[in-house]
């Protein structure tokens, strides 16, 4: 019998795994967890912030240890000190005390490979104790401010093609074989397990007549993923009554607080959202055990991203419960359309009008949104988790 290898994955953040606290990157990583306990591939040994809120959880994780790194009002004083030193001297390597505390993890450990996700913070510090070959570095953003040191890792793993050629073109040093394209995958029977009765109960929570056909935007409420523009094409829908917009999410989630102590990335968002009124319902956060009777409720779904969005994991969501979705031409969004189940508006001046215009023929066209559905639905397969775990861990183990 063929030895598991060992996996040590690097949470990208302060938020807790399993991701009782949400975060993309927190439930992608509790996703790969739960699949490798169904395919006992391999034994997986994360490092993430100590939370007591996951350790019954963690229970159910036979084939994962759990390694926690502290936190507390001192050492984030000390980390926004070190941020700040960072930005008054990029060329010079300044540490805070989670990667102190990885490193020291890290270095009581046996294991074959170690998957930084998402933090590129984090690389120069761990190519330090790690050799190059056993560093994975997983790249899930366009943010490609650290792709000078991308080459310290033996691969880098991207959600699209077009990402791919940014990040050889900007890094020279890097082979070929080492920027490897990753089809992103969700948990596609999670999305799939609501049930007309749990929607019915849903609706009439949050107080959405069945005549009212719902538009449905799902992530972090922010200019930069285009909820501004959403909300002023909304806005020139008129007098129209039949529908109501669902944004579910956070406002500024993750984005802190600009110098004079206002969130950041939301400006006019509060504004434009009063005056929609009661035609417009925002959740606030939903905890993930209950995104896919949120997500079921709707009848449209859109993903506006004016920024350079990489693979969005609504996208994909919407067509696992066979919804249609309008999207920007923004980032790696292309690489997942098709106009069988999307409609695609260009980013730019006329972005609000074309979104308007793709409202109103989804909202008026009842045939064409089930046939969209249909087609969603079905190509969604190749989203499944299984399908990406399995290329994941020939990516990381290659």
Do not use: W
Not at 108 to 132: A, M, Q
Not at 189 to 209: E, H, N, Q, Y
């Amino acid at each position: 019998m063929t030895k598991r290898k060992k996996i040590v994955i690097i949470a990208p953040s302060v938020l807790p795994i399993p991701a009782i606290q949400s975060g993309a990157y927190e439930q992608l990583i509790e996703y790969i967890l739960k699949v490798n306990e169904e395919l006992k591939a391999v034994d997986f040994i994360l490092i993430s912030k100590k939370n007591i809120g996951t350790y019954k959880l963690r229970k159910k994780f036979n084939y994962t240890t759990f390694h926690d790194f502290d936190d507390n009002i001192f050492k984030r004083i000390f980390n926004n000190i070190n941020k700040r030193i960072n930005k008054l001297f990029p060329q010079k390597i300044h540490y805070n005390f989670h990667v102190t505390q990885i490193q020291d993890i890290l270095k009581k450990l046996k294991y074959d490979k170690v998957l930084i996700v998402g933090n590129v913070d984090y690389i120069n510090p761990i190519s330090e104790i790690v050799e190059k070959d056993k560093i994975v570095f997983y790249l899930a953003t366009e943010i490609l401010s650290h792709v000078n040191i991308f080459h310290k890792c033996g691969k880098i793993i991207t959600g699209n093609n077009r990402l791919v050629n940014l990040v050889l073109d900007k890094n020279k040093a890097l082979k070929s074989n080492e920027v490897v394209n990753l089809i992103p995958g969700i948990d596609i029977d999670f999305f799939r397990k609501s049930t007309a009765d749990k929607v019915k109960i849903l609706k009439k929570k949050l107080g959405i007549p069945d005549s009212k056909k719902v538009i449905c935007y799902i992530g972090r409420i922010v200019t930069s993923k285009g909820v501004n523009v959403l909300l002023e094409a909304i806005l020139k829908l008129n007098n129209r009554d039949d529908y109501t917009l669902l944004l579910i999410g956070s406002i500024g989630s993750n984005f802190g607080s600009t110098s004079n102590g206002k969130v950041s990335d939301v400006e006019g968002i509060v504004e434009l959202i009063a005056k929609l009124g009661d035609k417009c319902i925002a959740t606030g956060f939903v905890a993930n055990e209950e995104l896919a009777d949120y997500l079921a409720i709707a009848d449209i779904g859109v993903v506006p991203s004016i920024c350079e969005d990489v693979a969005p994991a609504s996208y994909l969501q919407f067509q696992a419960i066979g919804i249609p979705t309008i999207v920007s031409n923004g980032g790696g969004i292309p690489e997942f359309f098709s106009p069988d189940y999307s409609i695609m508006v260009n980013r730019g001046d006329t972005m609000i009008e074309e979104l308007q215009a793709a409202l109103i023929t989804l909202l008026d066209d009842i045939s064409k949104r089930n046939t969209m559905g249909k087609m969603a639905f079905a190509n969604s397969d190749k989203f499944s988790m299984n399908r990406y775990f399995k290329d994941l861990i020939n990516i990381i183990e290659s």
